[in-house]
């Protein structure tokens, strides 16, 4: 945290999601890349790690990652790659897995191993990779191989996981004609698609998408210096803050034109009364601690991962907030539909539970223990609540180590 006059100025880390997609690229490329601001945590680390068993050239100093690149496809090697709790990672890992000749083995800790991945595991085999699980179907561990020949089209049905969707796109370049992908019904964090799209012709890919299909050229990547932007859902944790207490705040170098649909956080925060703007150093968070936050109807389904932090900040509203659009959050680290409305619960507020999604009607609170579920977003929302509400006790806090290590030691500069 660092101070100018009377405005607090943050720097989060980098952006998880754009740090797992570059660096399936890197190592991809024909030449080495140089990228900085990586986002630090649990899920980077297995990338890299994963990386490394591959036979990349990885090299890491601070938040900068060289990475080799020119991944041997035709390495006959057998590998097992463990992801721990990374679901990102685990299913990247799977699509590029797939290129290789040898087989690859991907794996994780007991609660990814739950986590589903039947879709991506029959796009994967539609297209002509050998794919097996070794224990449940569609779950981990996956063992994965190249086939002899490779399809150039695929439907997706688009209520799945955008990861599944996105690590298809990323090694599209590396099939024989490319990849053609029809997406089928509404598209389901459609900004993450656009994310990886940004990615990959940073990297040299040649794609385009229009409003149902996806076409990725045949080609491959180039290696690049590549700077990964900060990272806007760990942003929503300290700008919630500001809301629920007053004050003022900027994430540096944080902007509107962000690859990021989370920026949209920042929009619903408008809505419940908060000031925003852009500014020179990077978006800015305001409050007046005398007006009151207002209560929301909101869709989340492309913004997903701040349906904690908002329902947080929702119990500090005058009037109740709905949140809806997001039945897929089932099935996240946590079911952070079910989970979040039982821990919240615990407080004494009032929330009712529904298909896709979740309605906060404020009420006076108390303090309580609260699980985390091995959710690091679960975690780093609650320890929201402490600001105003005495006895609030985060348990697991370390699940924070997923994204973002620092979280509590960088907690105490959100306090206005």
């Not at 509590?408 to 500069?413: L, Q, S, V």
């Amino acid at each position: 945290m660092t101070e100018a006059g009377d405005d607090k100025i943050l720097k989060v880390p980098g952006s998880k999601s754009i740090t797992n997609r570059a660096l399936i690229c890197a190592a991809l490329a024909n030449s080495k890349s140089v990228i900085s601001n990586c986002a630090p945590g649990d899920d980077t680390q297995a990338m890299l790690d994963s990386l490394q068993a591959l036979g990349i050239d990885v090299t890491k100093i601070n938040n900068t990652v060289t990475i080799g690149g020119g991944l041997n496809l035709e390495d006959t090697k057998s590998v097992i790659l463990q992801t721990r709790l990374a679901g990102t990672t685990s299913r990247f890992l799977t699509a590029l897995g797939a290129l290789r000749v040898g087989q690859t083995t991907i794996d994780g800790d007991a609660p990814l191993r739950r986590r589903p991945m039947a879709d991506l595991h029959h796009a994967l085999s539609s297209l002509g990779v050998s794919v097996a699980c070794s224990q449940v179907a569609g779950h981990l561990p996956v063992t994965v191989q190249r086939g002899s020949s490779w399809q150039a089209r695929i439907a997706i049905d688009s209520a799945t996981s955008s990861q599944f969707t996105s690590a298809l796109m990323m090694i599209a370049p590396y099939m024989t004609d490319g990849l053609e992908i029809e997406l089928r019904g509404e598209i389901v964090s459609r900004g993450y698609l656009d994310m990886t799209i940004g990615v990959m012709r940073a990297f040299g890919a040649k794609t385009e998408m229009t409003e149902n299909a996806i076409w990725v050229s045949p080609g491959e990547y180039c290696g690049v210096s590549f700077e990964v932007e900060p990272d806007a859902s760990s942003a929503s944790y300290p700008s919630a803050a500001v809301a629920i207490t007053g004050g003022n705040l900027t994430i540096a170098g944080l902007t509107r034109n962000s690859l990021q649909r989370d920026v949209e956080f920042f929009d619903a925060l408008s809505l419940m009364g908060c000031g925003v703007r852009q500014t020179r150093s990077g978006i800015q968070i305001t409050r007046d601690k005398n007006t009151q936050l207002r209560g929301i109807e909101i869709d989340m389904s492309q913004i997903s991962d701040c349906v904690p932090t908002l329902a947080v900040v929702a119990l500090f509203a005058e009037s109740p907030t709905k949140i809806t659009g997001v039945s897929f959050i089932r099935a996240k680290e946590s079911d952070r539909i079910g989970d979040l409305a039982t821990e919240l619960s615990k407080l004494g507020a009032n929330i009712s539970e529904h298909r896709d999604g979740l309605t906060i009607t404020p009420t006076p609170l108390v303090g309580a223990s609260l699980a985390t579920h091995h959710d690091h977003r679960l975690a780093m929302a609650f320890a929201l609540i402490g600001l105003r509400v005495d006895g609030v006790v985060v348990q697991n806090p370390e699940v924070v180590s997923k994204s973002w290590p620092d979280y509590f030691e960088d907690f105490k500069t959100f306090k206005n």
